[in-house]
């Protein structure tokens, strides 16, 4: 094999090697995140709620059924009505919401964590 294919492949096992990482990475988050909500140290309201909170950007590219979930008290009920009362696949990330629904479902959140 001549040393420019050689670079190449190099080059592109380099590539892969590092896109692995960077998912591996962003799953961990989204793992420590789900554990932090569930174990209640970390507000899921002002996950969503504060553009400042170091765990947003992680929360925005998580799936809303996956965020609902990890809430302590959410079962697989609670979570398919707030889906149903959205209208809403439980596929979307949540930074792909808008502001309004987003607040929306931060309300509707609070309601039922108060229960």
Known sequence: MSPEAETIRDSRRDQRIAALQKANAKRTQIAE?????????????DVLNQKEHEWYEVAGSMQVQDFLFCIRGFGTKTVGAILEEFSLSGKVKIERMSMHRRRELIHLIQILQAK
Do not use: C, F, S
């Open 33 to 45: 995140l789900k554990r932090l909500i569930g174990d209640q140290e970390v507000d899921p309201v």
